[in-house]
């Protein structure tokens, strides 16, 4: 399932870096996503920016039902911070 216009406007967060880590995570796996994922996707988006922030750069753990999901995030926010091209 492809990520529709409404789910890369909820992607588009108030910190810059969350904005391009969603982008990519949007461009290379959210059309792979089981539909448990894809939910769960959706509630991540419901959280604060800066707790997620916090997650994806290890201050603080997350909460284990979004382990796996984070996991796929935080390759892309390390392409990020890396420089590493989309």
């Known amino acids: 399932m ?38 769960c996707f959706d509630l991540l988006l419901q959280e604060h920016d800066l707790e997620i922030y916090d997650w994806l750069m290890g201050r603080i753990p997350p909460p284990s039902d979004y382990l796996a999901l984070l996991a796929l995030l935080a390759l892309d926010s390390e392409s990020v911070r890396s420089g590493t091209p989309a």
């Open 2 to 39: 492809a990520a529709d216009s409404r789910v890369r406007w909820r992607c588009r967060r108030g910190i810059r870096e969350l904005d391009l880590v969603f982008a990519r995570f949007l461009d290379r796996h959210y059309a792979t996503l089981t539909p448990a994922a894809s939910a």
